[in-house]
Each structure stands twice: as structure tokens, then as C-alpha cells.
């Protein structure tokens, strides 16, 4: 009897570097050479995920929460790998799990800006020409200030909801502004100064902020992601791959509202998802750039429909070649 996955076979040995657009957030250049740099990065995430998705395709079925915490530690262990033989420096953080909050500025970024000036009284930076990472931080922005304006709040923190099958919702990541964002960016300084850096922290200006979910909670994160993905497996399995896409979707979500390790988490999970989506939707994985971003700004509905959508869009759009 064939084995349920065996269709995915082809999907998962034709998993290319395409599959990974390099983070706009992570090119803060204009220059082509540097650039092409930053984008030779995918490779090393296709080869990882190819792999990685052989190891799914052998599992024996059903598909459990084991095993999909197998292909996440095997990403993981793949990205400190990555950054042990690059000569990176605080290697430890590349497997010390996250237990504090992760926070990142969005909106106006003038430090995303090539060439930016410092302006110490301000905390801020000016001039400088536009980025890659410029514009995405700052479109983010403005997704944020909509979410609070639909929100009819006059709150400063907007916290994503997960909410579960079982009606039950855990409290994701938040988006901070006002007097919230104002609280971080003096936790920054403070940070800093207790370190003994001197470093020039963007921490003035209006200032707006993603946060990842409150540690409590992220082991109930992490479970509802891992059971997500499984049942997506699962689900395809069965033929059910509209179902299947969703909770693939979902798992996503889940997995970017609490990072799993206190550095590498990003591009760890894109492999993870990479090789789990090559299964699970019986087609080429196909990631945003800015997956990370959009979970972490949007709503959980709005970022699962934009997906699976995105999705089919870019992978109908490779399979006619248009």
C-alpha cells in the first residue's frame, strides 16, 4: 500500500531557493553586491528544508506533535550549525530558548535608512536614503495604525488572539504604541545602560512597537503550533488539503508569535514550514518575505487568509509559468 505522503515526494525534492525571498527587514543597503549577499542566504534554507522534509515524508503516520517538534529542533540545530561555521558571535543564543519578550520597532525606522545620521538628543535618525527594510518596517506601521483605528480603542496595546478549535484563545503577541511604546523604549535605555552599552538604540520619535506573546504563555503557543502542524499532515493525508492549508497556516501564526529561541528563530522556522507545507499542501511551499511581520501585525484570520491565498496564488503562478 502506498504510503499517504508519497505524493509530496516531488514537492518536497523541488523545494528551491525561490521559496525564500530574503527578509526585506533584513536589507538595509541599496547596494546590488551587498544585497545579492544577503539573498544567497536562501540556498542554505532550500537545502535545509529538502532535507528536513525527506525526514517528514519517512515518519510513520498518523502524524504527531513529535514529530513536528522533530522538524522544528532539526531547523534549529540547522541554524546554529549555519552560524557556528560563519563565525558568529553569541552562538549560545542560537539554541537558548526565549524567555524574555521580544520587542521590534515598527512604523518609522530612521536607523533602516542607508547612510542615516545619529541625533543623540532626539534618540532618533534622519537623512539617509530609503531601504528595503525602511519601507517594509514602515508600511508595517501603518498596517498597525489601521488595526488600532478598526480596533475603536483608545488603548495603547492591541494584543493578538489565538484562538483554538475548542473555542479556547491564548494571548499572542501585542502591538504597542503611545505611552506602551513610550515604557519600551525607556526599557531599552535602561537595558542598555545596565549593560554598559553605549550604543545609539532608536528610542525616540513616534515610536510603535511589535512584542512577541507574554513568556507564560508560550508553551501553550508552542503546543497549540505543533498540533496545528500535525493535523495539517494529517489532514492531507485524508486529501484534505484545503483543510490542510489552513491549519498549515495556522502553525505559522502560532510559531511567530513566540520565538523558540532567543536568536535564529526567523529563518529556522521558514525552513520548518518549508519543509512541513511541501507535505502538507502537495505543492511548493511558497514564503513571504515578510511572514514574520505580517503575524506579527495582523489578525489571526486576515494572516491565515492572506496565506493560504498568497499561497495558491504564487504557486498557480509558477505552475503556468506566467
Not at 524567555?99 to 533602516?112: D, E, F, N, Q
Not at 512597537?209 to 497549540?224: F, G, K, T
Request: charged share 20%.
Amino acid at each position: 500500500m502506498a504510503h499517504p505522503h508519497a505524493v509530496a515526494i516531488p514537492f518536497a525534492a523541488g523545494i528551491t531557493a525561490s521559496v525564500f525571498p530574503a527578509p526585506a527587514t533584513a536589507i538595509r543597503t541599496n547596494d546590488p553586491v551587498a544585497m545579492a549577499g544577503i539573498r544567497a542566504f536562501a540556498r542554505y534554507q532550500a537545502a535545509a528544508a529538502r532535507t528536513i522534509a525527506a525526514m517528514v515524508l519517512g515518519a510513520p503516520e498518523p502524524a504527531t506533535r513529535c514529530l513536528v517538534e522533530g522538524t522544528l529542533n532539526a531547523a534549529a540545530t540547522w541554524r546554529y550549525r549555519v552560524a557556528e561555521q560563519s563565525g558568529e558571535t553569541e552562538l549560545s543564543r542560537y539554541r537558548t530558548p526565549s524567555t524574555t519578550a521580544r520587542y521590534r520597532r515598527i512604523g518609522y525606522v530612521g536607523k533602516a535608512r542607508e547612510g542615516a545620521t545619529w541625533h543623540a538628543p532626539t534618540g532618533t535618525y534622519f537623512g539617509g536614503i530609503p531601504t528595503p527594510a525602511h519601507h517594509t518596517l514602515a508600511l508595517f506601521g501603518r498596517y498597525a495604525v489601521n488595526r488600532f483605528a478598526e480596533a475603536e480603542s483608545c488603548r495603547d496595546t492591541l494584543r493578538n488572539l489565538l484562538v483554538l478549535d475548542n473555542g479556547s484563545v491564548i494571548a499572542g503577541g501585542a502591538l504597542l504604541r503611545r505611552s506602551a511604546a513610550a515604557d519600551v523604549a525607556d526599557l531599552v535605555r535602561r537595558s542598555l545602560a545596565l549593560r554598559g552599552e553605549t550604543g545609539e538604540a532608536e528610542t525616540g520619535g513616534n515610536a510603535m512597537y511589535a512584542v512577541s506573546a507574554p513568556p507564560a504563555d508560550a508553551e501553550a503557543i508552542n503546543h497549540a503550533a505543533t498540533s496545528a502542524l500535525a493535523d495539517a499532515l494529517n489532514a492531507a493525508a485524508d486529501n484534505d488539503i484545503a483543510t490542510a492549508s489552513r491549519l498549515w497556516a495556522f502553525g505559522a501564526y502560532c510559531l511567530y508569535q513566540a520565538p523558540r529561541t532567543a536568536r535564529g528563530s526567523d529563518a529556522a522556522c521558514r525552513v520548518a514550514l518549508a519543509a512541513l507545507g511541501a507535505v502538507a499542501l502537495r505543492r511548493i511551499p511558497w514564503l513571504p518575505h515578510d511572514i514574520d511581520l505580517r503575524a506579527q501585525v495582523l489578525e489571526q484570520d486576515v494572516f491565515v487568509d492572506q496565506l493560504v491565498a498568497t499561497h495558491h496564488r504564487k504557486t498557480a503562478d509558477a505552475t503556468t509559468g506566467s
